[in-house]
């Protein structure tokens, strides 16, 4: 059972007019987070989330050339929060939407690219893969070491993150980073990132848009604690920024400043 902490991380709550103003600021903090990143080490290490509101960012990166030429993508690795059971070509690949939105049209470096392996039979194979390749390309020597320089989220609506759903086993791991992860709702497999994994990034940022995400992020924001029933709020980077970014259709419902 995950206990609420003892007093939520900061968070970082940037709020934007509409889904393009949403996007035009996830690209311009992705970006200023990646090159300092590269400036104080070398390179950006980012997990990219699955789901239709991240491809409207990768979509932006894409196409927008102030945005992609802001971004240092020789020196940026690039890994995955979660995968479908299912191969890279299937449309539901988390891998594969994301290289038709963005891999195939930015110069990333292939061998800088790391997928989880939803093909394979057997999805704890995938996991353990997974999992020793983010040890050795992130040098993960510890528990204590750091993660990803930054872990793109989305909001489902039941909220979830990554493949981390209410009341699944993955969210009780506390030692691994990659775990497969089965999701009765779904009837399916999912290979997740776990929130060891999540919670030492140096920053984790919520893409959040659209009326149907109102009540969700209502919870998480101002809502009372939930814990296992509300994955998303179990988000609170060690010593990392918690970074959530929506629009106005979907943060209606907040109450930030208390009258
Ligand atoms: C996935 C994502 C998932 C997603 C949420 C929100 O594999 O689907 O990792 O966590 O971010 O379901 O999805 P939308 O942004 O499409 O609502």
Redesign the pocket.
């Known amino acids: 059972m995950v206990s609420a902490p003892a007093q939520p991380r900061i968070r970082e709550i940037r709020l934007a007019a509409d889904s393009p103003a949403l996007f035009r600021a996830a690209a311009s903090e992705l970006a200023r987070i990646a090159r300092k990143a590269v400036s104080l080490r070398g390179r950006f290490t980012v997990a990219l989330?699955?789901?239709?509101?991240?491809?409207r960012l990768y979509a932006r990166l894409a196409s927008d050339a102030e945005s992609r030429d802001l971004m240092p993508w020789r020196d940026t690795w690039l890994f995955w929060?979660?995968?479908?059971h299912v191969p890279p070509d299937h449309p539901d690949s988390?891998y594969g939407t994301g290289y038709k939105a963005l891999l195939s049209r930015v110069p990333v470096v292939e061998a800088q690219v790391f997928r989880i392996l939803g093909e394979l039979p057997d999805a704890n194979e995938a996991a353990m893969r997974y999992e020793g390749l983010l040890h050795s390309a992130l040098g993960l020597a510890d528990e204590r070491s750091r993660s990803f320089d930054l872990v793109i989220?989305?909001?489902?609506?039941d909220g979830?993150?990554?493949?981390?759903f209410p009341g699944t086993a993955a969210l009780q791991e506390s030692r691994r980073f990659a775990v497969a992860n089965w999701v009765e709702k779904l009837h399916a497999w999912?290979v997740?990132l776990t929130l060891a994994a999540i919670n030492r990034a140096r920053a984790a940022m919520f893409?959040?848009?659209?009326a149907?995400?109102a009540p969700t992020l209502g919870r998480v924001i101002g809502g009372p604690w939930e814990g296992e029933a509300l994955p998303a709020e179990l988000v609170q980077p060690h010593d990392g920024r918690l970074i959530w970014m929506a629009d106005a259709q979907a943060a209606a419902g907040l109450r930030l400043f208390r009258p």
């Open positions: 989330s699955g789901g239709a509101t991240p491809l929060g979660d995968e479908r988390n989220l989305g909001l489902g609506a979830h993150t990554a493949s981390l999912r997740t893409l959040v848009s659209g149907e995400k």
